[in-house]
């Protein structure tokens, strides 16, 4: 017999929610103080991660941010004020890898949120947000996740963060939910 789906549910949730007991709540707060400080704001990631940066982007507009996802043809270039925000669940990815140099070599500084605090992508960022949760980097063993594949638990995670840190920014620069509604798009 299989599980119900309210099991499965409660399962991947707590699995997600895991994440955050050990989460480093200064890295959180240099992370607020970075995008609240932030010329623009430029977001990138790749697959599945990269729909969560995009959520992020959306949300980070709707506070009034000057918020760009990369490779959207309005994004203007980076540079001095400038943050870019990437997201490398597994430790790194060749595109966000080269992301992170052009965005350096232009004087803008590098957010990276990641589950691996030691990859490639972190060593080469100056603010590193930890979600301690499996990415594709860890999905076999006996470790492994039953009910979340691949890198689901790690996608989970950056959601459930995001609102968490767009609540965390409304706070600290004082945005109401009626402004961000006000922001939101008419043409649904």
């Known amino acids: 017999m299989t599980e119900s789906v309210a099991a499965l549910a409660s399962q991947a949730c707590a699995e997600i929610a895991a994440t955050f007991r050990t989460i480093d ?3 959180v707060a240099e992370l607020v103080e970075a995008i609240a400080a932030a010329r623009r704001i430029v977001l990138h990631g ?10 992020l982007t959306m949300r980070l507009f709707h506070m ?12 203007p270039a980076v540079g001095a004020g400038d943050l870019l925000v990437v997201s490398a669940g597994p430790g790194e990815f060749a595109t966000v890898n080269a992301l992170m140099v052009v965005a350096k070599a232009a004087g803008a500084r ?11 992508a972190a060593r080469a960022a100056d603010l590193v947000m930890c979600l301690p949760a499996q990415t594709m980097a860890n999905d076999s063993g006996p470790a492994a996740s039953a009910v979340l594949s691949m890198g689901s638990a790690f996608e989970g995670a950056q959601y459930v963060f995001f609102e968490v840190l767009v609540l965390l920014l409304r706070q600290r620069l004082g945005i109401g939910a009626e402004d961000m509604r006000a922001r939101h798009t008419n043409l649904e």
């Open 25 to 27: 709540e200064t890295a």
């Open 46 to 55: 790749v697959g599945r991660e990269g729909l969560m940066m995009r959520a």
């Open 64 to 75: 009034g941010l000057d918020a760009h996802p990369v490779g959207d043809m309005t994004t």
């Open 110 to 120: 590098v957010a990276v949120v990641t589950a691996q605090p030691g990859g490639g």
